[in-house]
């Protein structure tokens, strides 16, 4: 699976008063690194909510940064990918984001470029979007540079820009460091090919269940039949047996009823697990059964679907669907294929 290494520019301690790694406005500091952390966190929580794997760079707190430690450890851990995070500064008039790039590998450049334009932040690009990495100039940058596997250095905009500020520090920051992230994860996906998840779409909404105010509730009476209370209320008794879980059609004093409102939708068993191993290729019971089960706790095969893609065959969507649900509950083995501790994290959530 490919590994995604997430460089967070600079560090809390690398602000300079009025030059670079941040900017001092209406008399506070404002660091570029909280900017770049919360969006590489971001980023992180959406990729693996794509079934990648991702990482970001141990931060020193040096006030000097070794940017060698950075790219040693991108290239120690065999990333696939590298995205460095910044925000720029410059002159107040430039603004827009772009991205850096090494000449031969434009690749994750332009998607990029083509989901920024999708996401619509709010904020533009700075000229076409993108730079290419030139030896000799000051865009010679060491992350891009020094990395041994495609690496890119995105600026998010000008902190130095009132416009763009805004959106970086300001009133508009926490959604547009949201649509940074998606941003950036929407490329990585596309560059590797995986379907992007949002990670908000796999949180299941919350049910409300009101309980029965008192006039929804009939005693019964000595004497009382099923047939008397259900008329006195203008339902059926079916209705009424329905509303109470009542199997047969005996009641006795005391006993309280519900008389109104909805009936509790049943609780719907668990499906049950399927043992042994599955992985792509498998078909039949087993396998529906493990789909019914990535259904319920929203992790569909193919949500949308004829039956969201529950169809008893274990191809591409179901392991892409696995993989989504390992990146959440099993973050240190995604590998697509249903197994014991699939299971088992599979079991604690139904
Ligand atoms: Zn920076």
Not at 57 to 69: I, P, W
Not at 161 to 170: K, R
Not at 279 to 292: F, H, I, T
């Amino acid at each position: 699976m490919p590994l995604i290494m997430l460089d967070a520019g600079h560090t809390k301690n690398t602000f300079e008063q009025g030059g670079g790694k941040g900017v001092r406005k209406g008399g506070r500091n404002y660091e570029e690194h909280n900017f770049n952390i919360n969006v590489a966190k971001h980023t992180k929580r959406y990729l693996e909510a794509s079934g990648l794997d991702a990482r970001i760079t141990k931060q020193s707190f040096a006030s000097s940064e070794n940017l060698n430690n950075r790219t040693d450890e991108a290239n120690r851990i065999g990333a696939d990918l590298l995205v460095s995070i910044h925000a720029n500064a410059g002159a107040s008039a430039a603004k827009g984001a772009c991205v850096f790039h090494w000449p031969t590998s434009p690749k994750f450049a332009n998607m990029w470029v083509d989901k920024w334009k999708a996401e619509n932040t709010g904020v533009g690009l700075h000229g076409n979007g993108k730079h290419e990495v030139r030896l000799g100039t000051w865009t010679n940058l060491h992350m891009v540079r020094e990395a041994a596997m495609p690496a890119y250095l995105i600026e998010h905009g000008f902190m130095t820009n009132d416009h763009d500020f805004d959106y970086i520090f300001g009133g508009k920051s926490a959604e547009y460091r949201r649509d940074c992230a998606r941003a950036i994860a929407k490329a990585v996906c596309d560059y590797f090919n995986v379907k992007f998840v949002d990670y908000e779409d796999n949180v299941p909404k919350k049910q409300s269940n009101p309980k029965p105010s008192n006039k929804d509730v009939y005693t019964v009476r000595k004497g009382d039949t099923l047939w008397e209370i259900a008329k006195d209320h203008k339902m059926s008794v079916r209705r009424l047996k329905r509303l109470n879980n009542l199997k047969g059609n005996i009641i006795h004093p005391g006993d309280k009823l519900r008389v109104a409102g909805k009936a509790k939708p049943k609780k719907k068993r668990a499906p049950r697990l399927p043992k042994g191993i599955l992985k792509r290729g498998d078909r039949g019971n087993k396998v529906r059964r493990l789909q019914k089960a990535l259904c319920e706790v929203y992790f569909y095969p193919n949500k949308g679907a004829k039956n969201n893609g529950v169809d008893g065959i274990f191809g591409r969507n179901t392991e892409d669907a696995v993989r989504r649900f390992q990146s959440v509950y099993t973050p240190h083995m995604i590998d697509g294929i249903y197994g014991k501790r699939t299971r088992r994290a599979l079991k604690k959530k139904l």
